[in-house]
């Protein structure tokens, strides 16, 4: 049972990270070429003009790592991809779950290849101890 697990937390631990996605690219000023608006806007970036719609991901890592500016806005497009890729395979019903599974993770691998090569060597540790703690975390919620 536990190999099941395994097996299954990184796809969780990716679905859980980008859960958070929509509210980054609704925060974007220069929304990606294949979005649409439509698709952009979420309820917490309408519900009221004064409020700044939340970047639960792009903060957390931006202070737990202290992220130059230009890092976030290097790592800030590939989040928004990887949300893209997910929900894409999410909505395809032509996969089956395994199938979906073995996506997500590439995903979840090669994004995390990307963000580290922006990373400095001490925050690529530091990113590597918040991804544990988010797959601890996940388990805790998931039980």
């Known amino acids: 049972m536990k190999t099941k697990t395994c097996a299954v937390l990184p796809a969780l631990v990716c679905g859980a990270i980008l859960a958070f996605l929509p509210t980054i690219r609704a925060q ?15 309820p917490a970036a309408t519900a009221t003009p004064d409020a700044k719609p ?9 202070t ?15 989040l928004m991809d990887r949300h893209t890729k997910v929900k894409a395979i999410r909505d395809d019903a032509s996969l089956s779950k395994q199938q979906k599974k073995e996506q997500l ?9 990307q963000i580290k090569a922006i990373l400095t060597p001490d925050q690529q540790t530091k990113f ?11 388990g805790k919620h998931g039980q």
């Open 28 to 42: 974007d000023p220069t929304p990606a070429a294949t979005a649409t608006p439509a698709a952009t806007v979420t």
């Open 54 to 62: 939340k970047t639960p991901l792009i903060d957390k890592l931006t």
């Open 128 to 138: 590597d101890m918040i991804k544990g703690e988010m797959k601890a975390n996940h």
């Open 64 to 78: 737990d790592l202290n992220l130059t500016p230009d890092q976030q806005a290097k790592i800030k497009p590939i």
């Open 105 to 113: 993770k590439e995903i979840g691998q090669t994004t995390d290849g």
